[in-house]
């Protein structure tokens, strides 16, 4: 019973007013975990949006959040990329840091290595954008807490199967 | 051809038209005024003015479970809704077909705190099957087709769809519901057909099988209950029914065990607990059936036929499951028992049934009588045999009286049986029994009522009258909240906090206020003539019986005990302390 499993799931919905909250209300209703949620449209023309969900529990209650995701109305797909076959995930964070002089260049050097971008700059502070796996961007921010990290924005986990086959 | 033009109160109702609805139960208010003048301007649709909002809900599910159609109910924005809100909840939970329309303020006044403004579909949408708010005139004859397909389709349930005043005033196009298929929405209900063999195979070798059947079957409509009627005896296995199950499978016949659960039969559970496969059809393995979940039917392969994919492996897991509609799935595991017609182990099943026998053996649903007073079980008993022969419907409060009529009331059909069963809902028997007449004017419909949840709606008796509706309220009066009383004694040390209700009105004079006829029954002697005159007189009717008052409900299975640790009687109760996780639990 307490092998807790984190699965990312696809989520694939008509894009009409409450689906959102329909879904989030599932999870906060029935007590189940959301580690990271994004929603975005994917297909205008069908009115499709997609929501990825990172979320843990056991296997019994993974099942759950599947068979009561797909009984919501609106829901038209889901598919659990944990277990359906390789998939890549990834997440988007930008990351300000506030510091001068050495500590400056070394949060400069650390970001080139990780290969964040810095798109903000002002004299005393950096934004960075990094993109990659959610323990990537938690390496990052925590090198990051010693040389003046004011602030963090994350997009949560997307994710895609791989190959060539569609939702 | 140009489509005619009507304002979207006249497509609401056009709508309903083409649904079949014949009847809706609902109350005016400044939101649906529109709505109320295109119902004024027609006579195809019923309306029936309820007196409060929640028992238009409970009216509806009353109409739908009787009658195996939808449930239609129309009320105002803001209260009007917010009341309406229980009986949701109440039909979400017994997967009761009902659709809801819900008044609302004008579109362009939504959010600023207008005048009897809720936000419906934010407070429903937890308590519905899926709700709609209509924010576009060409959406609306789209989404009141789509509100009946998905109330009725998979697992029934409610479903509302909100109304601007707006909406319901401008004019737009009526389309039929020929014209719209469901994007999406597609429930399986036939199952596979490796899954029927395997089902077959495991049914067909059993030794100590149990048939475990729910409202699951009920819903799939009468022919559901035809067909497991005709599997269970051609097998011969012994059979037991949920609360919501009750009429499934006929009562009267030897191999039905009687239900199973907290108070359930002794011979229910314990075949429950020793059975080595179970065949569960339509019900969803609820904690008041299975008690102790670590203890539940311990040795069993369970098979689970069930239309709704999120009940499987929910609380119990299980062997075989199958995902599909009863009345489809029963049908094709009798094709595929007749086809393979197998030899099932009579040796086995002698030993099974013999033990089974011996539990029956115990008439676990014994009582004593003593003196002239009134025993609640009694009262239920003759009731049952004085209706048993004619054209009948039983409607239940919540608490003892409901177990009670559950235990000595028996059902031989389906949609017979109209209880609130998931949620409990105190005060849904009377409103529910008035929407049970509407369906069947000519019927006897009776509900069975305890006097605590019969004061929660009673304002419904005033509705019953208006439209000369011949319900029968059968009142089991102990002046406590019977089931809190009966949990106070067994688990709180006899205190009892706030469960007895002073100052009950004179149920006699209440009924003769709201142009009923108050009988009443206070000594045992009585019971039969009250019976009798109850049921040859015209018009509605409140029999308030006075039972005793000490009655306890049982067998019982304590909350987080095991179906092999039921109590049987007063005698039972110091044997089992109840455990500090059980105390717990609901």
């Known amino acids: ?167 | 051809m140009p489509r005619r033009r009507m304002n979207g109160s006249q497509i609401v109702i056009k709508a309903l038209v083409d649904q079949g609805v014949d009847t809706i139960f609902g109350y005016p208010g400044g939101a649906v005024l529109p709505l109320y003048d295109a119902i004024f301007e027609q006579n195809q649709i019923k309306h029936i003015l309820v007196r409060q909002e929640g028992g238009a809900v409970h009216m509806a599910e009353g109409y739908a479970r009787s009658s195996g159609k939808v449930g239609v109910v129309l009320v105002t924005s803001g209260p009007g809704a917010t009341n309406a809100v229980t009986g949701l909840a109440d039909a979400l939970m017994d997967s009761i077909p009902v659709v809801c329309l819900t008044g609302q303020v004008p579109t362009h006044l939504i959010g600023n705190d207008a005048f009897q403004e809720a936000d419906t579909t934010g407070i429903t949408r937890p308590c519905t099957k899926h709700n709609y708010l209509v924010k576009s005139q060409e959406d609306l004859p789209r989404v009141m087709h789509e509100a009946f397909y998905v109330a009725q389709h998979g697992r029934p349930g409610p479903v509302v769809v909100d109304l601007p005043k707006d909406i319901l005033m401008g004019e737009g196009a009526y389309r039929g519901p020929e014209e719209f298929e469901h994007k999406s929405y597609r429930p399986k209900t036939r199952a596979d057909k490796a899954d029927i063999e395997r089902a077959v195979e495991l049914i067909a070798g059993a030794k100590r099988p149990l048939f475990y059947c729910g409202g699951g079957v009920i819903n799939a409509g009468p022919k559901a209950s035809k067909l497991l009627t005709r599997l269970i005896r051609l097998t011969g296995y012994p059979a037991t029914l949920t609360l919501m199950g009750l009429g499934a499978f006929p009562a009267s016949d030897p191999q039905f065990l009687g239900m199973l659960g907290m108070h359930g039969n002794y011979e229910a559970n314990l075949a429950m607990h020793e059975c080595d496969v179970m065949i569960n059809i339509g019900a969803r393995f609820d904690d008041r059936v299975t008690g102790r979940l670590a203890d539940f039917s311990p040795g069993s392969t369970k098979i689970h036929v069930d239309i709704d994919p999120s009940s499987i492996n929910k609380n119990v897991q299980v062997d075989l499951p199958i995902v599909g509609d009863a009345a489809i799935v029963l049908d094709q595991l009798l094709k595929a028992w007749k086809a393979k017609d197998p030899t099932p182990d009579r040796k086995a099943l002698k030993a099974w049934w013999a033990k089974i026998e011996q539990w029956r053996k115990r008439d676990c649903l014994r009582y004593r009588q003593s003196g002239k007073i009134i025993k609640p079980q009694y009262a239920i008993q003759r009731l049952y045999e004085k209706t048993k022969d004619r054209d009948v419907y039983i409607t239940t409060e919540v608490g003892q009286h409901q177990m009670w009529a559950a235990q000595f009331y028996k059902f031989e059909g389906p949609n017979r049986w109209l209880t609130s069963g998931g949620l409990g809902t105190m005060g849904y028997g009377l409103p529910a029994a008035i929407g049970a007449q509407v369906a069947h004017p000519k019927s006897l419909v009776i509900d069975i009522a305890g006097e605590a949840s019969f004061l929660m709606n009673i304002q419904e008796l005033s509705t019953a009258a208006q439209y000369r509706l011949p319900v029968k309220a059968f009142i089991i009066n102990n002046q406590w909240m019977g089931m809190v009383r009966q949990w106070q004694e067994l688990m709180h040390g006899g205190r009892y906090s706030e469960s007895y209700t002073a100052a009950l009105p004179d149920f006699v004079k209440v009924a003769e206020s709201f142009h009923w006829t108050g009988l009443r029954a206070t000594e045992q002697s009585q019971v039969d003539d009250v019976i009798d005159e109850m049921i040859a007189t015209e018009g509605p009717v409140i029999a308030d019986i006075a039972v005793d008052q000490a009655e306890n409900c049982f067998p019982m299975i304590p909350s987080g005990a095991a179906h092999n640790e039921m109590l049987l009687g007063p005698d039972d109760e110091a044997v089992t302390p109840i455990s500090e996780e059980g105390m717990v639990l609901v």
């Open chain 1, 1 to 167: 019973m307490s092998d807790i499993e984190r699965h990312t799931i696809s989520v694939l919905v008509a894009n009409e007013a409450g689906v959102l909250a329909r879904v989030i209300g599932l999870f906060s209703g029935r007590g189940y975990n959301i580690e990271s949620l994004t929603v975005a449209e994917v297909d205008p023309s069908n009115a499709l949006s997609k929501i990825t969900v990172v979320t843990t529990g056991t296997p019994m209650i993974i099942e759950q959040i599947k068979a009561q995701l797909e009984r919501l109305v609106p829901v038209r797909k889901v598919v659990d990329l944990t277990t359906e076959g390789p998939a890549v995930e990834r997440e988007l964070a930008l990351i300000k840091v506030k510091s001068r002089g050495e500590k400056r260049v070394e949060s400069l050097r650390i970001a080139d290595i990780f290969r964040a971008r810095a798109i903000d700059s002002t004299n005393g502070s950096f934004v960075f954008e990094i993109s990659g796996t959610t323990e990537k961007l938690n390496a990052f921010i925590r090198l990051m807490e010693p040389l003046g990290l004011v602030d963090v924005s994350r997009t949560g986990v997307v994710a895609i199967a791989r190959g060539p086959g569609g939702l």
